[in-house]
């Protein structure tokens, strides 16, 4: 999986001055709290998911 999520705020203060940091692939730094930071996508929720009425798979 290729690591491109783009933040649009950064996640601790809140302000859109970001930039990718230098130290790391996928890495950002915020420009007005001085905090790099790094998106990471954990996995798929499986909230809402159920079978379907004939007891195959969820729909």
Not at 22 to 46: D, P, S, V
Request: hydrophobic content about 30%; proline content about 8%.
């Amino acid at each position: 999986m290729s690591e491109r999520a783009v933040p649009f705020h950064c996640p601790y203060c809140g302000d859109e001055d970001l930039r990718p940091h230098e130290e790391g692939h996928g890495a950002w730094e915020c420009g007005a709290c001085n905090r790099a930071f790094q998106l990471k996508f954990l996995g798929l929720l499986a909230r809402g998911l159920q079978p379907n009425s004939t007891g195959g798979e969820p729909i």
